[in-house]
T-cell receptor, first 110, second 109 residues
């Protein structure tokens, strides 16, 4: 079974903090994604990566950056957390054709 | 026009009912179709995956793609309270996924 592991289930951070969300997959997938999920807005793509050190902006990249130094790990960085970044963050990996999600990180910024 | 549209529900059915969940999509070139199940406060879990058109069955679940009308469906037979979740349809095209907004299903004992 494909396993996508996100480092935290729940996080509470203060406004202005730099926040790191980590995601690791164990299936050697080329593609990895970061989404946020909010009620009424569905899943929105923040960034994706199709190879090591490669990244592409998604639909809502503002306030976020990413890092992919190794194939299995894709990190999402909130440069200066704000309350409007309170959300459920979902990492996914894909060999192409279908995506496998992690368990999600519920981030609250206070 | 959004790439994929899904009725958000909620949908409430009695245990044992047949459930039909549906999405429509915009681009006839789409080939890869998925259904995900998402329990509250968890990540989406891949339930069904279909390439091109036709039906795919897995236990109580059947995924159907009708490319002529750009319609995808998920049928759940003999629904159980444990099926209560949000179901998302999804389409993959050229390294990008398009997700429906999700239909919340409640199966009452």
């Amino acid at each position: 079974d494909v396993k996508v592991t996100q480092s935290s289930r729940y996080l509470v951070k203060r406004t202005g903090e730099k926040v790191f969300l980590e995601c690791v997959q164990d299936m050697d997938h080329e593609n990895m994604f970061w989404y946020r999920q909010d009620p009424g807005l569905g899943l929105r793509l923040i960034y994706f990566s199709y190879d090591v050190k490669m990244k592409e902006k998604g639909d809502i990249p503002e306030g976020y950056s990413v890092s992919r130094e190794k194939k299995e790990r894709f990190s999402l960085i909130l440069e200066s957390a704000s309350t409007n970044q309170t959300s459920m963050y979902l990492c996914a990996s894909s060999p192409g054709g279908k995506a496998f999600f992690g368990q999600g990180t519920r981030l609250t910024v206070v | 026009q959004k790439e994929v549209e899904q009725d958000p529900g909620p949908l409430s059915v009695p245990e044992g009912a047949i459930v039909s969940l549906n999405c429509t999509y915009s681009n006839s070139a789409f080939q890869y179709f998925m259904w995900y199940r998402q329990y509250s406060r968890k990540g989406p879990e891949l339930l069904m995956y279909t390439y091109s058109s036709g039906n795919k069955e897995d236990g109580r679940f059947t995924a159907q793609v009708d490319k002529s009308s750009k319609y995808i469906s998920l049928f759940i037979r003999d629904s159980q309270p444990s099926d209560s979740a949000t179901y998302l349809c999804a389409i993959y095209n050229f390294n990008k996924f398009y997700f429906g907004s999700g239909t919340k299903l409640n199966v009452k004992p």
